[in-house]
């Protein structure tokens, strides 16, 4: 399931007057899910946990959402773009709470995701000289002049593409080494350039930003003069991106453009009845299709997106989901967890990905790894 996730071709849903996809992974996870619920005689995730207790309740959350908009306002559309969204979340969650009580669980995960990234990566540098491997209306062409195409493997779009090697890539740089496929030059260099010819801007600063809070939190326990040395160079890093030309001015483009599209969404929010306003007016009911492209046009942000489509309700069992994350990491002093929690969030604060089902599955899997018992220290990771 999680290899069609991340490989498999996406399949037009061409009703839907853009270019919506779902993955082909979405009929695993509809099988796996009533297999599952037979196999182990009705064992779910217990809600007497925090794990279980958020994903039971988002799940529950949007199934109800996507079968009122079914059977209540007649919108096939959104019911098949939130139906999936909720196989998704229950299948991940399911699948990892059953992967929590393995034995040396989190490594096995980590290996085993980080494995199937660098395949991805391959998949990605190939795409930068070829074009994209499957058309889905991104924009793929050069950027910045780096005389390439923007990398985007079998993941769609060079955005989503980048978020994947930018939460990988923070893996594989501080996780432990027992925890690597291979060794760490060659797990984490072709994950970087990769993300590099992505092209992606927030992909970039989410990995950047989220490697410097990994090691300013890490000095703050160790006081590791490396960490903070560090945290310098990458700090200095940023501060250098930022100030070229190229991406100070994309980056000023960008921001005019993403702020009338997010202004756009809230003015929809703000004219909606106040039942909309708490519980939503669907999936993809705030964005707009572009004729040229017949892409959808949407906020370029998870958080003004969701609040709009599945409202306050929604948007605040989702952030249950990363307060949860947050307590986990927190009692285990797990630092690189942390980082991954922050590329993910950072990233989607520019884009729209949250509807994707890679970052379903990141989002649950950053939740589940959190969970996990290991025998190393936190403190540890990245040194083994």
Do not use: C
């Not at 190939?126 to 923007?150: K, M, N, Q």
């Not at 989503?160 to 060659?186: K, N, W």
């Amino acid at each position: 399931m999680v290899v069609a996730v991340l490989f498999a071709p996406p399949l037009a849903l061409g009703f839907t007057g853009a270019r919506s996809s779902v993955s082909p992974a979405v009929v695993l996870a509809a099988a796996y899910l009533p297999w599952r619920f037979l196999r182990l005689r009705g064992r779910i995730p217990s809600g007497r946990t925090p794990y279980g207790l958020v994903t039971l309740a988002v799940t529950a959350y949007v199934a109800l959402h996507a079968l009122y908009y079914l059977a209540g306002e007649r919108n096939l559309v959104v019911f098949l773009m939130e139906v999936q969204w909720a196989a998704y979340f229950a299948a991940f969650a399911s699948v990892l709470f059953d992967l929590q009580r393995l034995p040396d669980a989190r490594s096995r995960v980590v290996r085993s995701l980080l494995v199937l990234a660098l395949v991805q990566a391959g998949l990605g540098m190939v795409s930068a000289f070829h074009g994209p491997i499957y058309d889905v209306g991104a924009w793929y062409e050069d950027r910045f002049g780096l005389g390439v195409y923007r990398a985007t493997g079998t993941l769609g779009s060079p955005n989503g593409f980048a978020g994947v090697m930018a939460v990988t890539g923070i893996l594989a740089t501080f996780e432990r080494r027992a925890a690597l496929p291979l060794s760490r030059l060659l797990t984490v260099a072709p994950l970087l350039v990769a993300l590099f010819w992505s092209q992606s801007k927030s992909g970039w600063l989410a990995y950047l930003l989220a490697a410097t809070v990994i090691l300013v939190a890490r000095f703050a326990g160790t006081a590791s003069a490396r960490d903070f040395l560090l945290a310098l160079a990458l700090g200095a890093s940023l501060v250098f991106t930022l100030q070229t030309q190229e991406v100070w001015g994309e980056l000023t483009r960008d921001y005019t453009e993403r702020v009338t599209f997010g202004e756009e969404v809230l003015e929809q929010y703000a004219r909606a009845h106040p039942l909309r306003e708490l519980f939503g007016v669907g999936f993809r009911q705030t964005a707009r299709i572009d004729h040229d492209t017949h892409a959808w046009l949407t906020a370029h942000n998870s958080y003004l997106s969701l609040l709009a489509e599945i409202g306050a309700v929604g948007l605040l069992l989702l952030a249950t989901v990363w307060a949860t994350t947050l307590v986990e990491i927190a009692r285990g002093r797990d630092w690189v967890m942390l980082g991954v929690l922050a590329s993910i969030l950072l990233h989607v604060y520019s884009e729209a990905f949250l509807y994707g089902n890679v970052y379903v599955l990141l989002m649950l899997l950053v939740l589940s790894l959190a969970s996990m018992t290991r025998a190393a220290s936190p403190l540890a990771l990245g040194r083994a």
